[in-house]
């Protein structure tokens, strides 16, 4: 629940933060409109790429989950015993010669 409120945190306020950063620039002159909204877009892609891991993190779990349940049959099955055979009783061999 968290990492949701942090991706989707970020996706709402980057462009926000985009755009407040570069509105002094715009107001002074030294940035046309054209240029703030460039910049704002590329606050907001370089926001998505720092953002990857919280996005994926929850494939990232069930993958490794899923590899730590592998591993734990793979230790279970090695400590597995083999089986021992049945040892054949006396009166069972001589019922089957009968």
């Known amino acids: 629940m ?6 989707h945190g970020n996706t709402l ?5 985009g755009l407040i950063l ?18 704002a877009a590329a606050f907001v892609a370089v926001q998505g790429a720092f953002n990857w891991l919280i996005d994926n993190f929850p494939r990232l779990a069930e ?11 793979l230790l279970a099955f090695d400590a597995l015993e ?9 009166n069972t061999e001589k019922e089957q010669a009968v």
């Open 2 to 7: 968290r990492t949701t409120y942090v991706s």
């Open 13 to 17: 306020l980057a462009p926000l933060v």
């Open 22 to 39: 570069c509105v002094p620039h715009y107001v002074q002159g030294t940035m046309l409109l054209g240029d703030v909204t460039q910049a």
């Open 63 to 73: 993958c490794l989950s899923s590899a730590n349940r592998v591993g734990n049959l």
């Open 82 to 90: 083999p089986a021992e055979e049945p040892v054949a009783s006396a």
